[in-house]
Nanobody, 121 residues
Framework: VQLQASGGGLVQAGGSLRLSCAAS????????MGWFRQAPGKEREFVGV????????YYADSVKGRFTISRDNAVNTVYLQMNSLKPEDTAVYYC???????????????WGQGTLVTVSS
């Protein structure tokens, strides 16, 4: 599966942004989808994950209550809604796909190219 992330940009602290990740292929619904981010000079960090059906999600403590992952299997897209953004949320955000339900692990099989989110103070 090929993944294409989009929606990044510059936003002020306290603002919102929604990222999208479009997937190719006809088996999107068979993949668990994860979101990760990597800030400058830091390691890649797990953000959250959503199950194949979209019925279950799990988030890192750093984003819990502010970020929401959803998916629309009819259009092969997963979303990351980010609210109450903070300067420390500044990073390149990546979507990833795997057939396993992986929490906090970066060993996903497929990765998008990343989209930059910059939060100004």
């Amino acid at each position: 599966v090929q993944l294409q992330a989009s929606g990044g940009g510059l936003v002020q602290a306290g603002g919102s942004l929604r990222l999208s990740c479009a997937a190719s292929g006809r088996t999107f619904s068979s993949y668990v989808m994860g979101w990760f981010r990597q800030a400058p000079g830091k390691e890649r960090e797990f953000v959250g994950v959503i199950t194949r059906s979209g019925g279950g999600t799990y988030y890192a403590d750093s984003v819990k209550g502010r970020f929401t992952i959803s998916r629309d299997n009819a259009v092969n897209t997963v979303y990351l809604q980010m609210n109450s953004l903070k300067p420390e949320d500044t990073a390149v955000y990546y979507c990833a796909a795997d057939r396993r339900y992986l929490i906090g692990e970066a060993s996903y099989d497929y990765w998008g190219q990343g989209t930059l989110v910059t939060v100004s103070s």
